[in-house]
């Protein structure tokens, strides 16, 4: 049977499961036997690739010494995720988290990402400064350190030496022109964007201002692909997040993605356009 692309309640709860059994000191097995289950149940349960009864959840929550309040947050996330949909939609601070975890999670095991970002610069492929000039707005300075520190430390999926990510990113031109955290901060973006779009396993493309409308200018999302799972795509805006995993929906978003493909620039030229805006930015007038 093919593996399918587990819920993203179900990604999270199985990480807690597996924080729960890291913390008592237990092994997989060990929990297992316990339990009196397989132990190939148990990785399935921590991968988020199968959910457990609430009954299981129960039990092992006694095995692992848990107190009530951790054990009720436990058992009404597996019911949550029992009965999570192919799409689901969370807004304000805990789905926020929640949303993040499962994004964390999809982003480590997907083989292929491609965001398609009109705005700003991808998440992935922006600096320090950049990112936070986007998230210092009415948060305090030091959750948007964490934030900033947070979104550095994913791109490390396209920059480590091991099976990196195949990165795709798609902008409109329009967000090269953008004047975030002023011209200093762009000028440090732009010459960024040309370094990551030197590596092997990085695509940068822009869509020029001429191919007129193209479904990028419909909003942003990210697709995520995997080895052994059907894609996967995350939509962003502001304190809501969703993710889709309903066929027909991926499919449309795989669709858009072609369909802004074929309306971008080649990396090749990509890079020259933002090299000549760089030079137009660094030379006195």
Request: charged share 25%; hydrophobic share 40%.
């Amino acid at each position: 049977m093919s593996e399918t692309t587990p819920a993203p309640r179900a990604y999270v709860l199985g990480a807690e499961l597996r924080d729960a059994r890291n913390k008592a000191g237990l092994g997989l097995r060990q929990l297992a036997t316990k339990l009196d289950v397989s132990h190939s149940v148990v990785v399935r349960w921590e991968r988020g690739q199968r959910v457990p009864s609430t009954e299981a959840v129960s039990a092992l929550c006694a095995v692992l010494g848990m107190n009530g309040t951790t054990r009720e947050r436990l058992m009404k996330l597996t019911r949550e995720a029992v009965s999570e949909p192919p799409n689901t939609v969370s807004v304000g601070a805990t789905g926020e988290a929640d949303q993040m975890a499962a994004l964390l999670e999809f982003e480590r095991m997907a083989t292929a990402i491609t965001e398609v970002s009109p705005v700003i610069v991808p998440g992935m492929l922006q600096t320090a400064d950049y990112a936070s000039a986007i998230m210092s707005a009415g948060i305090p300075s030091g959750e948007t350190d964490k934030r900033v520190m947070m979104r550095l430390g994913r791109r490390d999926l396209i920059t480590r030496r091991r099976a990196p990510v195949r990165f795709t990113a798609v902008m409109l031109e329009s967000a090269l022109h953008q004047s975030i955290g002023g011209p200093e901060v762009m000028l440090d973006q732009l010459h960024f964007l040309l370094e990551m779009g030197e590596r092997g396993n990085v695509e940068i493309r822009v869509v020029p201002s001429a191919a007129g409308w193209t479904p990028a200018h419909a909003g942003p999302f990210v697709l995520l692909e995997f080895a052994k799972a059907e894609p996967v795509v995350h939509l962003e805006h502001h304190r809501s997040s969703a993710f889709l995993r309903d066929e027909a929906d991926v499919k449309a978003f795989v669709s858009a993605r072609e369909d802004v493909e074929q309306s971008a620039m080649s990396s090749e030229d990509t890079a020259d356009l933002i090299a000549r805006i760089i030079d137009q930015e660094e030379t006195p007038e």
